[in-house]
């Protein structure tokens, strides 16, 4: 979550805006959009650097302004027919290569994740104009440079069924669990409960409020199995966060057993 870095609006030069967002506020919501650009293209930027440059900045423009549309009926009150670009969405940012950016990535897409993000409303007449400087950085400085939406992890379940449970019971029993965590099969005319998949399940206990079933079903955890989740905004798929926050793991212990080197013994 903290240390993964990635690239994210840390300079907003605002030109123009007449819109009825504060620049402040502009700036904020500029900066919380996910950026994809694979930030290992990149180096850090210099503290106190005033000028970004291909290696180690990205830079995106704003530039768009509300008119009305004459075509509209006049009874209508829908902004969508009243209103040329009076939603501003983040598919509007793009990007101005600085340097020879152009050469360095030639198959490069650099652009928001998603281009549905309402960024501000417009009425006529109104206008945004904002260049934007994208820099490398990590969660521990801004929670914008955070890749990961949500990382937990569980153990994994363990369901045992003391003894066999068939017919309502074992229909019973599969209503007590999550889709897919009970499985009943038909064996010689009987309906009989068996665990199918207890990964699925949520440890919802709701088993536990049947008399007739609390004491057929034990229920535990592998203490030793746990399942990670890793919910990436899109800058770097999940499996290349987990490997690259490996990779800082790695480094710190390496970084931990060289000061122990370096230390001397009595």
């Known amino acids: 979550l903290p240390e993964v870095p990635t690239m994210a609006v840390e300079k907003v030069f605002v030109y123009n805006n007449t819109s009825i967002v504060q620049d402040e506020i502009l700036a904020h919501r500029l900066g919380l959009i996910p950026i994809r650009a694979d930030p290992r293209l990149f180096e850090y930027r210099n503290q106190g650097d005033e000028e970004g440059t291909e290696i180690d900045t990205l830079q995106f423009q704003l530039k768009i302004k509300c008119s009305r549309n004459p075509q509209a009926a006049k009874e209508s009150s829908d902004p969508n027919e009243l209103y040329f670009n009076h939603k501003v969405y983040s ?60 990382a937990s992890y569980r153990l994994l379940p363990d369901i045992t069924l003391l003894q066999p449970i068939e017919d309502e019971a074992a229909e019973l029993l599969q209503k007590c669990f999550s889709p897919g965590v009970i499985e009943i099969q038909n064996i010689k005319g009987k309906k009989v409960a068996r665990v199918a998949n207890a990964r699925l399940d949520t440890f919802s206990r709701e088993v536990f409020r049947h008399e007739g079933l609390k004491n057929l079903v034990r229920l535990a955890r592998v203490r030793n199995h746990y399942i990670f989740s890793v919910e990436s905004t899109g ?24 000061e122990l080197d370096s230390v001397p013994m009595e």
């Open 235 to 258: 800058i770097l798929p999940p499996d290349v966060l987990v490997s690259e926050a490996i990779k800082i793991l790695m480094g710190k212990c390496q970084r931990f057993l060289n």
């Open 91 to 150: 598919k509007h940012m793009t990007w101005v290569p600085l340097g020879n950016q152009t050469d360095l990535f030639p198959d490069a897409d650099f652009r928001p994740v998603h281009d549905d993000i309402l960024i501000a409303l417009l009425r006529p007449g109104q206008e945004i104009d904002v260049l934007m400087h994208c820099v490398k950085g990590i969660g521990k400085d801004h929670a914008k440079f955070s890749p990961v939406a949500t």
